[in-house]
């Protein structure tokens, strides 16, 4: 190809430009029909649902906090923390670490008194004195169970009750283990006084 053509080549393309596309205009449809792949959209407020049923945006709501036992230790313990020079993060990581919650650097929430609740030597001592604690977040736990059975959803029903019923199993293992210690120095002082 010649230096001639190219430039012209180049040239029509830039002051001459193809024409547009030709779009042929979408058919009018008649009022009340749809066809398949139609988005349906209701008319806000016709059903007398709120604005936010239709936007997709849930209304901020605000409720009473009413923190849990677990929650106040771990508060009064990150406060002393603070106070003796630790930084905020850390402080509320390692109490929530100690006590058990969500900045915990154990799994699932828990705390080195819940992991040493399990073992041999200190399940009846830790067990007993976080008795309430566990009977609260079990209490807790059992009642979201009622509410998302009231809402249909039973699958987190079920999961939410029985995580109720197993907050409660180290607590009431040590309960026992204590009463059945008591219960035997109950025995030997009446065996002794008789």
Excluded: C, H
């Excluded at 929650?71 to 923390?81: D, F, G, I, P, Y």
């Excluded at 930084?87 to 006590?99: E, G, L, P, V, W």
């Amino acid at each position: 190809m010649s230096l001639e053509r190219e430039l012209r080549k180049d040239w029509d393309s830039v002051f001459y430009p193809a024409p547009d596309p030709i779009v042929e205009p979408a058919p009018v449809q008649a009022p009340g029909t749809s066809q398949p792949g139609d988005v349906l959209v209701a008319e806000a407020g016709s059903r007398g649902l709120p604005e936010s049923a239709y936007s997709g945006q849930v209304q901020a709501e605000m409720k009473s906090f009413d923190p849990t036992m677990r929650e106040q230790a771990a508060q009064k313990l990150q406060a002393v923390l603070e106070s003796l020079g630790v930084d905020r993060y850390k402080a509320r990581q390692n109490a929530q670490s100690f006590i058990g919650g969500p900045s915990s650097n154990f799994p699932a929430t828990i705390g080195l008194v819940d992991a040493l609740a399990n073992l041999p030597g200190f399940k009846t001592i830790i067990g007993t004195a976080m008795l309430p604690m566990y009977t609260e977040e079990g209490a807790l736990a059992i009642a979201e169970g009622i509410e998302s059975a009231k809402e249909g959803d039973l699958i987190s029903a079920g999961i939410e009750t029985a995580v109720g019923a197993l907050n409660v199993l180290p607590g009431a293992q040590a309960a026992k283990d204590v009463g059945k210690t008591v219960v035997k120095k109950a025995k030997s002082l009446v065996k002794e006084a008789k």
